[in-house]
Nanobody, 126 residues
Framework: QRQLVQSGGGLVQPGGSLTLSCTAS????????VGWFRQAPEKEREFVAA????????RYRDSVKDRFTISRDNAANAVYLRMNSLKPEDTATYYC???????????????????WGQGTQVTVSS
């Protein structure tokens, strides 16, 4: 059974940086699309970023472009989300998720993802 285990997150001041990690167990993770999503209290879950098998194919929500970077290390079965220039509005619980997708798939619809990490809190506050 595939499991996604997240690490990273925490409290950071506005303008600071954090890196979230998502490590998978189970075969063929390198052939999964991996996405990052977030959910703030009383708000709907929203797409943040996704990366396909082909690691140079990525997608970001507009509000994080040029600040966040998603990357993957297939040898380590891991995907990372580097978050720079963090803003208070980035405060949320962040989740990684994976799905068996096509070569260039970067689906932004969270309902289409199969496996989910446990979530990690990111708080941006002075």
């Amino acid at each position: 059974q595939r499991q996604l285990v997240q690490s990273g997150g925490g409290l950071v001041q506005p303008g600071g940086s954090l890196t979230l990690s998502c490590t998978a167990s189970g075969p063929r993770f390198s052939r999964h699309t991996v996405g990052w999503f977030r959910q703030a209290p009383e708000k709907e879950r929203e797409f943040v970023a996704a990366i396909s098998w082909v690691a140079n194919n990525t997608r970001y929500r507009d509000s994080v472009k040029d600040r966040f970077t998603i990357s993957r290390d297939n040898a380590a079965n891991a995907v990372y989300l580097r978050m720079n220039s963090l803003k208070p509005e980035d405060t949320a619980t962040y989740y990684c998720a994976s799905r068996a997708g096509g070569y260039y798939d970067t689906t932004y619809d969270w309902r289409l993802y199969t496996y989910w990490g446990q979530g990690t809190q990111v708080t941006v506050s002075s």
